[in-house]
C-alpha cells in the first residue's frame, strides 16, 4: 500500500510541490555574491532586517572575505538592538579589513550604546586615526570620553571637531555639557550660544543656556532664555497640532 500517493491526484500534487521546492532551492543557488547582497540592501531599506541578516549570511557564504558584507550585516543587528551580535559582525568586517573606518566607528558606536565607553573609546581612536577628517568620528569619541568624566579630553575632541565644521549644532552642545560639568560656566555659556546661533529654534538649546545662567546667578537673563524656550514649544505644538485630525478620522473595512 503506497502511504504517500494514495490517488493520482495525490500523487500529482505531491510531485508538484517537490518540483517547485526544488526550483526554489536552485534558483536562489545560483544567486551571485552582489545579488545577494543587493537583496539585503533592498530588505534593509524597507525595514526587514531579518531578511537583510539572511541575505548578508548567504552572500558571505559565498565571498566569506568581503569586508563589506560584515559591515552590513551588522547594521542591520543594530537595527535590530542586536548590539552583541553587531559588535562581532563589525570586528568581522574588521578582521577583514583593518582599514575600515566605518567599521570601526559603528563598533564604536555599539559599544557605546552597551555603556562599554572603553571599547568606545579605543574604536573611535582607529576610525579617527584612519579617517581624521570626519567630524562624526571626533564628535563621539568626545561623547565617550565625557561619558567616563574625561571632561577635558572630551573638550579637546569637540574642538578638533569644530576646526572641521564651525556650524554643527550637537558639537557645541555636547561642548557646552562638559564646559558646565567642569563648573566652567564662562566657555560653556559661550558653546551653548553658539549652539543657539547655529539653531535659534531648538528649544533644548535655550534651556541649557538658561540652566548655566542660572548657575552664574544671572537669574533675569536665565528667565529670558527660558521664556523663549517655552515659546518655542508652545509654536512645534501648533506645528503638530495642524497635522492632527481636530475630530477621529472613521476607518472602513
Not at 545577494?36 to 549570511?57: M, R
Not at 573638550?155 to 564651525?166: C, G, M, N, T, W
Request: charged content about 25%; overall charge neutral.
Amino acid at each position: 500500500m503506497n502511504y504517500f500517493c494514495s490517488s493520482p491526484r495525490i500523487c500529482r500534487a505531491v510531485a508538484l510541490s517537490w518540483l517547485i521546492l526544488l526550483l526554489s532551492v536552485l534558483l536562489t543557488g545560483c544567486m551571485s555574491t552582489g545579488e545577494w547582497k543587493e537583496k539585503g540592501q533592498k530588505d534593509f531599506q524597507n525595514g526587514k532586517y531579518s531578511e537583510a541578516i539572511s541575505a548578508y549570511d548567504r552572500a558571505i557564504a559565498i565571498t566569506p572575505n568581503d569586508s563589506e558584507l560584515y559591515y552590513l550585516k551588522g547594521m542591520s543587528l543594530y537595527e535590530m538592538v542586536r548590539y552583541k551580535d553587531a559588535i562581532d559582525a563589525f570586528t568581522d568586517a574588521i578582521r577583514q579589513n583593518g582599514n575600515y573606518s566605518l567599521a570601526w566607528f559603528w563598533k564604536g558606536r555599539t559599544s557605546y550604546m552597551m555603556g562599554d565607553y572603553d571599547e568606545a573609546v579605543r574604536s573611535f581612536f582607529k576610525a579617527i586615526e584612519i579617517e581624521p577628517g570626519n567630524t562624526e568620528y571626533w564628535y563621539y569619541r568626545g561623547m565617550a570620553l565625557s561619558s567616563r568624566g574625561q571632561y577635558d579630553m572630551a573638550v579637546q575632541h569637540f574642538d578638533k571637531a569644530l576646526l572641521i565644521d564651525k556650524n554643527n549644532e550637537k558639537v557645541w552642545s555636547a561642548r557646552g555639557f562638559a564646559y558646565n560639568m567642569k563648573k566652567q560656566y564662562e566657555p560653556a555659556l559661550y558653546s551653548y550660544e553658539q549652539a543657539i546661533v547655529v539653531n535659534p529654534q531648538n528649544a533644548e538649546n535655550w534651556i541649557n543656556k538658561a540652566s548655566v545662567l542660572k548657575a552664574m546667578g544671572k537669574e533675569a537673563e536665565a528667565e529670558v532664555a527660558i521664556d523663549k524656550a517655552n515659546l518655542l514649544y508652545k509654536e512645534q505644538e501648533k506645528d503638530i497640532s495642524k497635522k492632527i485630525p481636530k475630530t477621529p478620522m472613521q476607518f472602513t473595512s
